[in-house]
């Protein structure tokens, strides 16, 4: 029914505020490169170079270049030169993530927004449900059809409204009380 489905939608569309967006990219991204995809080979490349960047790093810093001058200089060139490989890899996965979370991003937006948006307009003449006869004044029962439900019903947008509001108030209380539990 369209009702449950108005909710659900604002129902994500608060989880996805409530998480954050880019966290949500972030663990995206993460399952993305551990499924088997050209990029998977990538991010597995690119972290073992930044480790292996960071251990010539230690080691080169545990090493005196005034005593150990052959041995410091030999770990310099590999260090600079695994540090080239590492920002050149790093460089064309970035890229790569930036494209992702564009595309994430737009489907993000078209799978709760841009739903929300054609519910609204396809379902905006139809009645979620009526309410009794005389039950509300007629200015109210103008309001809650707004803009084209039929007089004496609730339209899509109020009925929108109506779950975005009881969703922030329940989300607000269960913060509230975990707070209160946990003593911060």
Same mark, same amino acid.
């Given at each position: 029914?369209?009702? *449950?489905?108005?909710?659900?939608?604002?129902?994500?569309?608060?989880?996805?505020?409530?998480?954050?967006?880019?966290?949500?990219?972030?663990?995206?991204?993460?399952?993305?490169?551990?499924?088997?995809?050209?990029?998977?080979? %990538? $991010? =597995?490349?690119?972290?073992?170079?930044?480790? =292996?960047?960071?251990? &010539?790093?230690?080691? /080169? %810093?545990?090493?005196?270049?005034? %005593? =150990?001058?052959?041995?410091?200089?030999? *770990?310099?060139?590999?260090?600079? @030169?695994?540090? %080239?490989?590492?920002? @050149?890899?790093?460089?064309? *996965?970035?890229?790569?993530?930036?494209?992702?979370?564009?595309?994430?991003?737009? &489907?993000?937006?078209?799978?709760?927004?841009?739903?929300?948006?054609?519910?609204?307009?396809?379902?905006?003449?139809?009645?979620?449900?009526? *309410?009794?006869?005389?039950? +509300?004044?007629?200015?109210? =029962?103008?309001?809650?059809?707004?803009?084209?439900?039929?007089?004496?019903?609730?339209? +899509?947008?109020?009925?929108? /409204? $109506?779950? #975005?509001?009881?969703?922030?108030?329940?989300?607000?209380?269960?913060? #509230? +009380?975990?707070?209160?539990?946990?003593?911060?």
């Amino acid at each position: 029914s369209v009702l *449950l489905l108005v909710f659900l939608l604002q129902l994500a569309v608060h989880l996805l505020n409530t998480f954050g967006k880019q966290t949500i990219n972030d663990v995206l991204w993460l399952l993305y490169t551990k499924l088997p995809t050209p990029q998977q080979k %990538d $991010a =597995e490349s690119s972290a073992n170079l930044r480790r =292996e960047v960071i251990r &010539l790093k230690r080691e /080169m %810093d545990a090493t005196s270049a005034q %005593d =150990e001058f052959a041995k410091w200089a030999k *770990l310099r060139r590999q260090h600079d @030169k695994a540090k %080239d490989t590492y920002e @050149k890899q790093s460089s064309s *996965l970035q890229s790569f993530r930036s494209n992702f979370d564009r595309i994430v991003s737009a &489907l993000r937006w078209l799978g709760t927004q841009g739903l929300l948006f054609f519910c609204n307009t396809w379902y905006s003449k139809t009645p979620m449900f009526w *309410l009794p006869q005389g039950w +509300v004044p007629y200015p109210v =029962e103008w309001i809650l059809s707004f803009p084209r439900a039929p007089l004496g019903s609730v339209s +899509v947008n109020v009925w929108n /409204m $109506a779950c #975005a509001s009881v969703i922030a108030l329940i989300s607000e209380g269960i913060r #509230a +009380v975990w707070t209160l539990r946990s003593g911060r």
